[in-house]
């Protein structure tokens, strides 16, 4: 790995660094309103000023590619790993050193450290409390009777799309298609976010549905009230619980890694990733790092393996959900 | 002022000829009428001779100046034409003193010599004080002589008029037309006027140039186009005209409806044909033994005289006749009917 | 004398009915840079999607997936359209001939929709039944959004009207029905069908509401392609079929009008005692009129302001002010753009409209369809290779021109259009070139029209979504990028006050390109003549 790096770096012998940069441009999946704060923090905190364009992390992606290396790009932060995995795939990373991240454990960094992750999402069931007596153990559950009409998923989202994307890569791909046919079946209702699935079951349209842990918060917190909405995690080890990340990266092309890096250093640093907890309710990727409120900690969510780094082919997924009729 | 000489033109759209072979000229000073039905090609003419279209063959000359041959013609705004199309076409964003003073080259002139112009203008057309109404406020009459103003501001060789005086009613037509034309020889200009108003071509013009599908019909001072036609129909164009079966023996006499008079006819030779008359060739009287009996069935009153219907006796032949003067004529009034003027005889061969 | 084959050839590529002058060769050239920059998009789709071989191009186009999407495409287009061209027809015939209190302001509030960006809408109308979705769904938002351009495009053409015809087919007894199929409606076939055409563009290229409402169209799969995989050579191969299937639409369009339509210079226009009093009709358009402007203005702007006003947090005024200044001044700067591009053509046509300005004309209209996202890629594409111009405010301009440059050249060949032929000739005999007479009687008359096309292309400008975010400058928002910034996180009420911002600035432009349509000749007959309307 260490050769790949060199090879790596002296390809980009000619990418002369800046000594002493006063800015640096940041490519944001993240949106504003949650990571703004974090990236004013550093600014104060370095002195260096941060250009940041926001957008949708695979929009933001497929302008990286469509750039290449004359990206003005020095640090992209992505809200999925697919993005991410695109972007590694074209070499346009450059890989981190060791030191830098150091605290992420390398289940959620990438091969060859070309980015590395920096806030857990985890997938769980949302349900109303109300409605749903009898919690499932697998999203195998899922396609029974008992959740006729009543479970609601959003297929068109990213986070749906990986998860079964990496339902595909441990069970296969007739494994997915029988279950997502299954969901069919079973009346399963289409929402387009992640967010429109919770309201629906603070309104008790439905009783349960999959999304990721911080959506009960955020659209509790978009509403301005409490919901009656709760979260739920499936047995141990299932593929239900998958922990997603957002992680970062530094371009290549860049004339100020040391800042990037920099950047992604505070983004990671202990300090940091609690206030990830606290503030936008996401998971902090440290090791016995506290857990969101109500929420268990990382570790005994009893996650699935997963390997990230084979979630960037999302297209496969696609054509499974439009085969099947969810899409 | 300007001559003009057409030769030979032939101008084509797509597969229709429009003007065909056709050839005329016009001396320096010279007003000249093109008076046919429409679709005749007077107005493509007009518009050939202004360098608006491209004939297909012919020469066009402006005085000594060829301004076109065959396909490669001088383009218009080197012509020095004065163009006065249909409805005036005023400039609807510049008042009347742009409008006139829209050719005249402001490198060339200063603008004292362009106000000038501008005011000389407007005296001569009778609307000084116009200077700075926009065209919206202005009559049609006013539109025409302000248009016609423009056309003469840059000195033109020519003035080309196009049925300028026709969307105007009749009583400020007259009027403006003879304004017009008095001006126009005030000048001395030379000018194609495009009509289908048989007085106006008659009343107006040195010279008429009888168009039909797009050739001259004929070609000549009003007097002899409307005293001499040379085919009935052109008699048809240029007045009112009474078409009456007839034949001639070959000693010259002619006979028709209403005269059995002899004509003496240089070289006679027996046909059949038709004799053109002019309805005020006609004498009609309620007492006289001589003439062809007939009922006047219809009277025209006109004021200045009146146009008398009457259906002859033996046949069935309708004359019209015109008759001045007060009227002592009644319908259902038996009268007599007789021909005062030349025979003109067109035979059938 | 037969002409020889040169003649016959330099004469069929650069005159027209054989009218003689020339056209300074510069003028060429400038066109013909202008098509080659306007080409740019298209030339960076060919280039991506030949990047997949040829059978594999051929699979993607012909798999059900693909077919499928076509479907759904073709069925909104269709019923967006057909929908459009019946209330557009009626609602503008209803404004145009019978008698109602304050027409002007009925033509304002049909129009004002136009003010409103198509994701704004199924916002609001989502906010208000969330489960909204389909193609229904779908139509439903887009025959609002689209309305006012058919609106606009008969208006514009009922007033035109020669309204002798009509009295003469009163005397000669033919009902109000018969007087309207027969009469009126063929002078406007060729309005209803440039109405069409835009509105139907519209539909094609439009992205915000079909993808809120879960339809995939052609751009929705555009979009997914390049988020979801990655694949551009793909969503390049569909956009292609994008443009193709806009091509075929134009083409439609082009035989339906009537080009040849002589303007009428002398001609009796509408007077308010012509205008028809039934009390049945005027209720049937007040009430039409009322219904939409209830649907598409008053529900949008309660939404709005109901979230606005419900906002907890405290409104940030100094981003509201940034984003508008920012919104305003990149909009204006891209249409004043399109402008100049379009008026090298456009004096082209005005001095001499052969067989190239048409077939340039032709070829700018197919950018009516060219969805955001693929000019965004392609002048990123571009772009990022040309330095400092990447990402500039410039280059945003440059993109709004290339999106919105078929409008803009519609529109100034419509508004050379009205100068009549005569006073071009009246010109030239009195000694102007052709280019004088451009610039002195053409362009000076067709001015104001092609002030509104601007302003046009203005509006439309503003309400931009893709490619704005891929080219606007590092740390510049536009209100558009602020909404979608604050939605796509479900801050609604955070994105009402910018939605409100933009519909209010919007309004402005779509309140002064109502402003034609609303003005009735009241010019009766003058002295003793008929005034012909030169204006």
Redesign the interface.
Known sequence: MVLVASLLAGCSSSNEQATDPTEITVYSGRSEEFIAPFFAQWEQSSGITLNIRYGDSAELAAQILEEGSNSPADLFLSQDAGSLGAVAKAELFIPLPNDVAANIPAEFVAANRNWVGVTGRARVFAYNPDLLKVLPTSVTDLTNAQYKGELGIAPSNASFQAFVTALINAQGTDFAQKWLEGLKANDVRIYAKNSAIVEAIDKKEISIGLVNHYYVWEVSEGLGREINAKLGFFKAGDLGNMINVSGAGVLASSKKYAAAQDLINFLTSQKIQNEFVSKTHEYSLIKDAMAPATLPALAEIGAPTVDLNALKDIQKTQDLLVKVGLL | MTSLDVSHLTVN?GDRTVIDDLSFNLKEGEIASLLGPSGCGKTTLL?AI?????PR?GTIRFGSQLVGV??V?L?????????V?????????LNVAKNIA??L?KKELSTQEINATVSEMLSLIGMSGYENQM??E????Q?TRV?LA??LA?KPRMV?LDEPFS???AE?RNELRSEVVALLRKQGTTAILVTHDREEALVSSDKVVLMRDGKIAQYGTPEEVYESPVSPSVAVSTGDALILEAEQSDNGSTRYAISSLESESKSAIASNGYVVIRPEEISVSKNSSLGVAGTLIQLDYYGHDAMLVIKLENGSEIIRARVAGPMDFEVGDIVKVEHRGPIRFFSNQ | MATSTKERLTNRLFTSRGEPGSIHPALYALVGMLLAVVLIPFVYLVIRAFEKPVPEIIDLLLRSKTLEVLLTTSVLLAVVVAVNIVLGTLISAGLHFVQLPKTHLLIVAAVLPLAIPSYVFTYTWLALFPSLSGTLAAAFVLVLTTLPYMLLAILVSLRRIDNGFIEVARTLGLSRVQIFFRVILPQIRGSISAGALLAGLYVLSDFGAVSLLNVETLTVSIQNMFKSSYDRSAASVISLLLILASILFIAADEKIKDKNAKENVFKRLATSDSRIQSFRLKSIVLISVGVYALLAVVVPFYVLISRFISNPNPIDISGLFTASISTISVSALGALIALLFSAPLGFLIAAHAGRFSKVSERIILIGHALPGVVVGLALVSLGSKLGPIYQSVFLLAFAYALLFLAKAVASMTFSLQLVPQVLKEVAATLGKSKTKVSTSVVFPIALPSIGLGTLLVFLTAMKELPATLMLRPTGMDTLATQIWSYASINRFNDAAPYALLLVLIAAVPTFLLSLPSREVSTETNKNDSQVGSLT
């Open positions: 759209f518009r202004a360098g608006l279209l491209q063959e065959s396909t013609v383009p218009p705004h080197k012509r020095r034409t004065g163009y199309p249909q409805q005036g076409a005023l400039f609807p964003h829209f050719g080259d065209p919206t202005l009559s049609g009459g539109q248009a423009r056309a840059v080309l969307a105007l009613d400020l």
